[in-house]
């Protein structure tokens, strides 16, 4: 991958840290940390300020290039969104689909912090259905 093209199609100013950043997480199997981005730093000899890293992750996550995994008690950790699978939720009572983003990759970074346990099967087989807002407002109307 091109990683100063994919930069200026998001638009994004190209510096050296920017860079260095997005290749550390594109080359990273799993979401990483702060701390180990800046670790990666440090095994290339390279000098970044933390401030810098946050700042390019914020902006990097601003322009749907990352993805934010809330690991719980301040802690977070970031992967690059490779893929854009999706799910149909469809309401019970008049049908209506609306298409929401998997969850897995969240799932995923949740059981690994918290078991370091890294799943390398993914079988989701099945429909999500429920009622939406509409019909259970009428619902409850009398």
Same mark, same amino acid.
């Given at each position: 991958?091109?990683?100063?093209?994919?930069?200026?199609?998001? &638009?994004?100013k *190209?510096?050296?840290?920017?860079?260095n @950043?997005?290749? @550390?997480?594109?080359k /990273?199997?799993?979401? @990483? !940390?702060?701390?180990?981005?800046?670790?990666?730093?440090?095994?290339? !000899?390279?000098? *970044? =300020?933390l /401030?810098? @890293?946050?700042?390019?992750? $914020?902006?990097?996550? !601003?322009?749907?290039?990352?993805?934010?995994? =809330?690991?719980?008690? &301040?802690?977070y /950790?970031?992967? *690059?969104?490779?893929? !854009?699978?999706?799910?149909?939720l469809?309401?019970?009572?008049?049908?209506?689909? *609306? $298409?929401?983003?998997?969850?897995? +990759? +969240?799932?995923?970074?949740?059981i690994k /912090?918290?078991?370091?346990f890294?799943?390398?099967? $993914?079988?989701?087989?099945?429909?999500?259905? &429920?009622?939406?807002?509409?019909?259970?407002?009428? +619902?409850?109307?009398?």
């Amino acid at each position: 991958m091109d990683i100063e093209k994919y930069l200026r199609k998001y &638009g994004i100013k *190209v510096t050296q840290a920017r860079l260095n @950043i997005l290749d @550390i997480l594109y080359k /990273s199997e799993s979401a @990483i !940390n702060v701390e180990d981005l800046f670790q990666e730093y440090k095994k290339k !000899n390279i000098n *970044v =300020d933390l /401030s810098t @890293i946050y700042r390019t992750l $914020e902006l990097f996550e !601003n322009k749907k290039i990352i993805r934010k995994f =809330d690991l719980d008690k &301040g802690r977070y /950790s970031y992967a *690059v969104i490779r893929k !854009n699978h999706k799910h149909i939720l469809q309401c019970k009572v008049c049908e209506k689909q *609306v $298409e929401i983003d998997c969850p897995m +990759q +969240q799932i995923e970074e949740i059981i690994k /912090s918290k078991t370091d346990f890294v799943l390398v099967d $993914e079988e989701l087989d099945f429909k999500i259905s &429920g009622i939406c807002k509409d019909c259970r407002n009428k +619902q409850l109307k009398p």
